[in-house]
């Protein structure tokens, strides 16, 4: 099976999913989107009230940013795989509960060994201990080697529009992802 339709598939059984309480309240589940094998794949938290309400990744305010990084650092949405570590919307935009994180963590690694790509970005601190057991982007910061997989670890974009110096540390950030890529 090709990579689109494994995708595919993948998000179909996403939207159907059962395994947490969230399938309750959700409108939509939300599994990511993007190119099927991107050399960057990007991880956030959670899905928020018009991820939810559009079933697509980062597409309110903290998407709205992510798409100026994007740009400022010569990457296009397009080209690049964009998900989060939950696939439906913890209502009140509360944290995710471990169970959650628990639940939707398979299909995450589903979709990585899909797309397979060059380097995973963790936007936040719920991506980095998903996926890397570390607690703080702060103290693990920048590029990181696990099982043969590249990561690079940097701030939520919701956290970049609410504090100047860590949206100049993200503008930064983002232009080191494009010269990886080239490297």
């Not at 990579?3 to 589940?29: F, G």
């Amino acid at each position: 099976m090709d990579k689109k339709r494994e995708l595919q598939k993948l998000s179909e059984e996403i939207a159907s999913c059962r395994k947490c309480d969230l399938y309750q309240t959700r409108r939509k589940a939300v599994p990511g989107e993007g190119k099927e094998d991107a050399e960057i794949f990007f991880v956030g938290e959670s899905p928020g009230e018009e991820e939810d309400r559009l079933g697509r990744p980062f597409v309110g305010r903290a998407g709205r940013f992510l798409d100026e990084l994007l740009k400022a650092s010569g990457l296009r949405r397009e080209d690049v795989f964009i998900t989060s570590v939950l696939k439906s919307h913890p209502s009140g935009n509360r944290p995710p509960k471990r169970s959650e994180v628990e639940a939707c963590l398979p299909y995450l690694k589903r979709q990585l060994e899909i797309v397979n790509p060059k380097l995973v970005v963790l936007l936040g601190n719920v991506a980095l201990r998903s996926l890397l057991g570390a607690e703080k982007v702060s103290q693990t910061h920048g590029f990181v080697e696990k099982n043969g997989r590249m990561f690079f670890a940097t701030y939520h974009p919701s956290a970049g529009m609410r504090f100047p110096k860590i949206r100049r540390r993200m503008l930064e950030d983002f232009k080191k992802l494009k010269t990886f890529i080239r490297g």
